[in-house]
Structures are given as structure tokens and as C-alpha cells.
């Protein structure tokens, strides 16, 4: 599968972006679609993410009640809604893609990434 996201740019804290990842390929609906980040100088670190076979999104502490993941199996679609943005959200912002379950929340879980898509989040 190849994973396309877009939607990143510079926003004030407290405002609001919605990324995208359009992923190719088929049998999305059995895939684990995730989000992570890397700010510079660090590690990349886990966001959000939505297996095949849970309705519920799973998210880390850090942006927990801020963002959103969802996805559209119909159209290999998956977002990640981002609300009350901090400069410490300030990041590339990269998806990613395994096929079935399992553990999700390390990069080493995922086979498939797409290219980052920056969001800058200004004090």
C-alpha cells in the first residue's frame, strides 16, 4: 500500500488542522491505520491510531481530547482532526500503515509510511 498524506501548515495556538492520508492499494479495511510525529531532534512518537477491528481510535496522552483520528474505508481515506493546537504539536506528521492487529504504537509495527506533511503551530 502507498500512503499520501497531506493538510499541514502554520496555524496560531488554539487553532485547528485536519491532515489527510490517502492510502492506494486494496483491502484498506484490513489495515491499522496510524499517526505519528517527529519534531526535530527527536524520536518519532506515536499520535493516534485505528485498527482494522476496534471502532475505537486509541490516541497518546499528549493529544488525547485534542485530535480526532477517523477513517473512510470506502474511500482508503484516514484523518486526523487536530483542535487546540500547542507549539509543542509543532511537527512533521506521518502515517502509517500495517496490515491487521496487533501492537500499534511503535514505529516498528508498520510496514507502510507516507511521506511527512509539516504543521507549525505558532505561539
Known amino acids: 500500500v502507498q500512503l499520501q498524506a497531506s493538510g499541514g501548515g502554520l496555524v496560531q495556538a488554539g487553532g485547528s488542522l485536519r491532515l489527510s492520508c490517502a492510502a492506494s492499494?486494496?483491502?484498506?479495511?484490513?489495515?491499522?491505520m496510524a499517526w505519528f510525529r517527529q519534531a526535530p531532534g527527536k524520536e518519532r512518537e506515536f499520535v493516534g491510531v485505528?485498527?482494522?477491528?476496534?471502532?475505537?481510535?486509541a490516541y497518546a496522552d499528549s493529544v488525547k481530547g485534542r485530535f480526532t483520528l477517523s477513517r473512510d474505508n470506502a474511500k482508503n481515506m484516514v484523518y486526523l482532526q487536530m483542535n487546540s493546537l500547542k507549539p509543542e504539536d509543532t511537527a512533521a506528521y506521518y502515517c502509517?500503515?500495517?496490515?491487521?492487529?496487533?501492537?500499534?504504537?511503535?514505529?516498528?509495527?508498520?510496514?507502510?509510511w507516507g511521506q511527512g506533511t509539516q504543521v507549525t503551530v505558532s505561539s
Open positions: 492499494g486494496r483491502a484498506f479495511g484490513l489495515y491499522t
Open positions: 502509517a500503515a500495517r496490515l491487521g492487529s496487533g501492537n500499534a504504537w511503535r514505529t516498528s509495527d508498520y510496514s507502510y
Open positions: 485505528s485498527r482494522w477491528n476496534d471502532a475505537t481510535p
